[in-house]
């Protein structure tokens, strides 16, 4: 089964066929950085990052392109807030992205370009629509006609006449048409600008991204991705500013992921519930909060709760435990021979049903129950007396792959253990087996001071970080 995708464009699934075979452009539109992401900005950071990983997955190379808006209004009123000079700003908090969205197990992007490294790129670009007839100059800005373009609405699926103005678009009573929009804005006094044959000032929202993505994809891509919030107007303006400039069809296939709310309700400022990822993460584990975004179709709504998050970290705990068991067990079996089909064939079933899930529009949802369908093979297979190498090697190598496709890889924390943990734990278990279970409640104390907590299994004791 080849991946089936919904596009906004066409509001139905279709094929995913790119354009060059085995290749994908990829563009995701980035945050605007004056200040940390919310969650609702990392939705689509870790939902993308596990497209592109699936994309990969299944044999893609991915061309992955995510921008930084460095320079815009609200940057410019914050660094004036704290004192700070614009790019100090943006820097600083650039830095705090890569670190939030790393600690999500999300990778970087091929390319994080920059506005304020494109604004060459952006006036030519502007200029080209000028000559074209599809912008005009008023008064040091420069507005791009939108009854000019004939497909206006057609992301949207609604007609020009029945758009209503975005929430960036301002109707600064110069425009000719009430939608028309920003492509270039004069400086205000003070302000961080730059030289343009129509005047010193910016570029407007919107341009950003249809410039980025040219200048690192081309003319055309496959996927622009972003959250719902961004589909009116700001990729309504991109398909008209980049189709009139190039004449090409901009992007093939259009991605939106759904929003959140906190506790049933939107996430604002004004309700006090805005939540920083930032801040959450040093309360609840970050790979908690991925697993929960994952466990939710991603065009769907996501309903940010204590119990919803809590329940996450205990499915994600489920597994870990029945993988750790699984390589428990490796460690300690000899290989019996032969492989034992009828194991293999309900391994290779979970994941069958986990790619059938991935394939029919990344439907982590339902990619995360093949996984505990996994758990539970592993589980009752555990209860074998004599399980096999090769048979435990395949769970391993299934766990491996599709935690790999959800960003939240097991392999590789083993290097997390402390020599200095693991002989405490090894002389408890010798002082267990020599009844002195002062001194064993003593080491598990102490374990527990440091943050360790212990758990006792058939498979013998093992531990973890609370």
Same mark, same amino acid.
């Given at each position: $089964?080849?991946?089936?995708?919904f ?11 790119? $354009? ?9 539109? %980035?945050? *605007? ?12 950071? !870790?939902?993308?990052d596990?497209?592109?990983? #699936?994309?990969?997955?299944? @044999? ?17 009123n ?11 700003? *943006? ?13 999500? @197990?999300?990778?970087?992007? &091929? ?14 670009f502007i ?5 074209? %007839? ?13 009854r000019?373009? &004939?497909g ?10 029945e ?26 006094? %003070?302000? !961080? ?10 570029? %407007? ?20 991705a972003?959250?719902?919030? =961004?589909?009116?107007p700001? +990729? ?16 093939? #296939?259009?991605?939106?992921?759904g929003? !959140?709310? !906190? &506790? ?7 309700? @006090?519930n /805005?939540? =920083? ?6 309360q609840i ?11 939710? +179709? ?11 998050v ?12 029945? #993988? ?6 490796l ?29 029919d ?10 996984? /505990? ?7 009752? #297979? ?9 048979v435990?090697?395949? /769970? ?6 599709m ?12 290097? =997390?253990?402390?020599a &200095? ?7 408890? =278990? ?7 279970f ?7 104390d ?8 212990l758990?006792?299994?058939?498979? @013998? ?6």
């Amino acid at each position: $089964m080849s991946i089936q995708l919904f596009n906004t464009l066409t509001r139905k699934k279709e094929p995913f066929v790119p $354009m060059e075979e085995g290749k994908v452009k990829m563009y995701v539109c %980035g945050p *605007t950085v004056y200040n940390y992401i919310h969650i609702g900005n990392a939705r689509p950071v !870790i939902v993308f990052d596990t497209v592109r990983r #699936y994309l990969e997955y299944s @044999g893609y190379e991915v061309n992955f392109v995510s921008n930084f808006t460095d320079v815009d209004d609200k940057i410019i009123n914050t660094a004036k807030e704290l004192g700070e000079e614009v790019g100090e700003l *943006t820097d600083r908090f650039i830095n705090a992205y890569f670190e939030d969205v790393g600690a999500l @197990g999300c990778g970087k992007a &091929d390319a994080h370009p920059r506005v304020t490294e494109h604004i060459d790129d952006i006036i030519a670009f502007i200029q080209v629509l000028i000559d074209k %007839g599809f912008a005009y100059v008023a008064q040091g800005d420069v507005y791009y006609r939108t009854r000019r373009f &004939d497909g206006y609405g057609k992301l949207s699926h609604q007609s020009i006449d029945e758009l209503k103005v975005g929430a960036r678009i301002e109707d600064s009573g110069i425009k000719e048409n009430a939608l028309d929009f920003a492509l270039w804005k004069s400086a205000k006094e %003070g302000e !961080i600008a730059w030289e343009t044959p129509w005047g010193a000032g910016r570029p %407007g929202w919107h341009i950003e991204c249809s410039v980025m993505a040219r200048e690192h994809l081309g003319d055309t891509i496959d996927i622009h991705a972003g959250g719902q919030d =961004l589909t009116f107007p700001h +990729h309504e303006n991109e398909i008209a500013q980049s189709e009139a400039m190039t004449g090409k069809q901009f992007a093939r #296939y259009w991605m939106h992921n759904g929003y !959140i709310n !906190i &506790d049933n309700e939107k996430m604002s400022k004004s309700l @006090g519930n /805005f939540v =920083l990822v930032h801040d959450i993460r040093k309360q609840i584990d970050p790979k908690v909060l991925r697993f929960f975004m994952l466990s939710v +179709h991603y065009r769907h709504p996501v309903n940010f709760s204590q119990d919803l998050v809590e329940g996450a970290a205990n499915g994600l705990d489920r597994i870990k435990t029945a #993988y750790n068991n699984v390589k428990y067990r490796l460690e300690n079996s000899a290989d019996l021979g032969d492989q034992q089909d009828i194991w293999t064939y309900k391994v290779d079933e979970s994941v069958r049903q986990f790619e059938m899930a991935m394939d029919d529009d990344f439907n982590t949802a339902n990619a995360i129950a093949a996984i /505990f369908e996994l758990v539970k093979t592993a589980n009752v #297979y555990l209860l074998e007396k004599n399980t096999q190498t090769t048979v435990l090697s395949h /769970f391993i190598t299934a766990f491996d792959r599709m935690m790999g496709v959800l960003g939240l890889p097991f392999t590789g924390e083993d290097d =997390l253990l402390d020599a &200095d943990i693991d002989a405490l734990i090894e002389e408890r =278990l010798e002082a267990r087996r020599n009844k002195d279970f002062k001194r064993s409640d003593e080491i598990r104390d102490l374990l527990k001071e440091q943050g360790i907590i212990l758990e006792d299994t058939a498979q @013998g004791t093992r531990w973890k970080r609370g």
